[in-house]
């Protein structure tokens, strides 16, 4: 029983939430920022005093999949429970034997949420939740295929796949939390990066993968298309990678399942041409952004833009590159980024950041470059969009970039 709710825990993401750097797993303090204020997740130790030692199964039960303390207080949605009101009840009792055996007690106070007002008044979440949740609406029948079935469960429900790749609505709610919504997983941006639509029918990228890709990348962190960057890099260290093979498999198949969403774009947005490697390959480049491409990036991603297998992503016909908003683009461009080491694919293999190597200007005209080559089909970048991506970069990058200048 601890077991399984310590594989549950996994698909649920708990620690990601509910833990800081360096901190100790589940003891909470993790500051998120929404447009209502700052939350910080709680300590979900087995301590009586600061953490949940002292709660009921009902109790664990109501919090998980209600977002409500003992004393009725509301939580707010910053904890997926939309999502985890689909949790059954067998996995409930697993969860709590696993948080109330299996993780150490550890004693630190949470930190109270800082909300703008009103936000910090806690009762408006039962007019939220009476306006945009409803635990009736997920089917455990939807399918008549107990894998699609399975991987239902599991993508909407425990490992709230939507959360980031949903678009949210003016309450801050996901526009759709089951398969049958038609913006559900349709993509959204978070944390300036864009998580792409994951509705299979809805190309460019995903939907146009074999379900044994995306369990592929699930599991490791990278498939013969692509790897993964940014927040996805963290949903695989501490959740997908743990995932059984059949599971990935079930949440797979249940993705390849899904009809078209509500913003599937009209035209396609990759159709594979020769055009540009055979250019490239002849020493044909018409734009400094196809300059800057050979000289740069073409040793790892290859002049077919193919990259290579395993290894380095292939931009021609990836989602990342295509994104109708190119921050995430830009962000790798400029950051760069390194695979998650998994226990399918242990290594880290990094792309460097070229922020200190390029200016916006050149920046966009190679993301322009790399968003029209291969039979790529996405909008021009221009150098304002770069500029607001640099601002975001992370201190370690802005740092060793300063560091490189003064050299
Ligand atoms: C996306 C982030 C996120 C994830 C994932 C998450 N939580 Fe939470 N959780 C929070 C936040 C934030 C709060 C505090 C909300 C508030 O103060 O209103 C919270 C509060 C809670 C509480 C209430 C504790 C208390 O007494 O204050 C429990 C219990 C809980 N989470 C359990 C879980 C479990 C179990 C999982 C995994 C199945 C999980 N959480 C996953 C963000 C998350
Ligand atoms: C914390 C936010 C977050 C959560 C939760 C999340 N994703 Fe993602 N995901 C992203 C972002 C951002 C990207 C874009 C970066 C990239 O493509 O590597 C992404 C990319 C992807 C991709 C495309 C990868 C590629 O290389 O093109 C797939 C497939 C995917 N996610 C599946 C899932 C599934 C399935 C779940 C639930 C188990 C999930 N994601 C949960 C943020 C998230
Ligand atoms: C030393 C080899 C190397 C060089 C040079 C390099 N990359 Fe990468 N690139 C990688 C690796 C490895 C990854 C996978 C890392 C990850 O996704 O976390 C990657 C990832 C990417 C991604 C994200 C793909 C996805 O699906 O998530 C993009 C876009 C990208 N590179 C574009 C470029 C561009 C444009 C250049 C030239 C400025 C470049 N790269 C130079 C190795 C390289």
Redesign the pocket.
């Known amino acids: 029983m601890i077991a399984k709710g310590a594989y549950l825990a996994r698909m649920g993401d708990c620690v990601a939430c509910h833990s800081v750097p360096d901190g100790k797993p589940f003891a909470g303090g993790l500051a998120m920022a929404t447009p209502m204020g700052t939350i910080y997740s709680s300590n979900i130790t087995p301590d009586r005093q600061t953490g949940i030692g002292a709660y009921s199964l009902q109790a664990f039960a109501r919090a998980v999949r209600e977002g409500r303390l003992p004393d009725g207080t509301h939580l707010y949605p910053a904890m997926p429970y939309a999502s985890y009101a689909k949790i059954s009840d067998d996995d409930i009792r697993a969860l709590y034997a696993y948080f109330m055996q299996g993780v150490g007690p550890v004693n630190l106070a949470s930190k109270p949420a800082e909300m703008r007002f009103p936000f910090g008044i806690r009762k408006l979440m039962s007019v939220w939740n009476l306006a945009f949740y409803d635990a009736s609406d997920f089917d455990d029948k939807a399918s008549e295929n107990a894998q699609i079935a399975r991987g239902a469960y599991l993508t909407e429900g425990l490992a709230h796949c939507g959360a980031c790749h949903t678009p949210r609505g003016f309450g801050q709610q996901e526009k759709g939390l089951t398969g049958k919504d038609p913006d559900f997983l349709t993509g959204a941006s978070v944390e300036g990066w864009t998580a792409p639509a994951l509705r299979a029918k809805d190309g460019p990228g995903v939907g146009t993968w074999s379900a044994q890709d995306i369990a592929d990348l699930l599991l490791s962190?990278?498939s013969v298309?692509?790897?993964?960057?940014?927040p996805?890099?963290d949903v695989i260290a501490n959740s997908t990678q743990y995932a059984s093979r059949e599971d990935a498999m079930a949440m797979a198949a249940y993705l390849k399942s899904l009809p078209s969403g509500a913003t599937k774009d009209a035209a396609p947005k990759f159709v594979a041409s020769d055009q540009t490697a055979n250019d490239l390959r002849n020493g044909i480049t018409r734009t400094l952004g196809a300059r800057?491409?050979v000289d740069?990036?073409?040793?790892?991603?290859r002049s077919s833009g193919s990259?290579e297998k395993s290894?380095?992503?292939?931009?021609a016909g990836?989602?990342?590159?295509l994104a109708d908003d190119p921050s995430?683009?830009i962000h790798?461009?400029l950051a760069?980024?390194?695979?998650?080491s998994t226990q399918a694919a242990p290594s880290d293999?990094?792309?460097?950041h070229?922020a200190g190597?390029?200016n916006d200007d050149e920046t966009a005209e190679?993301?322009t470059f790399?968003r029209s080559a291969w039979g790529n089909k996405a909008a021009a970048v221009n150098a304002s969009q770069v500029a607001a991506v640099r601002k975001t970069l992370p201190a370690s990058i802005t740092k060793q970039v300063a560091e490189q200048d003064h050299k």
């Open positions: 962190g990278r298309h692509s790897g993964v960057t940014g996805m890099t800057l491409y740069n990036c073409a040793a790892c991603h990259g290894a380095f992503p292939a931009l990836n989602p990342l590159v995430s683009l790798v461009i760069g980024a390194t695979l998650p293999l990094g792309m460097p070229f190597r390029m190679l993301a790399v």
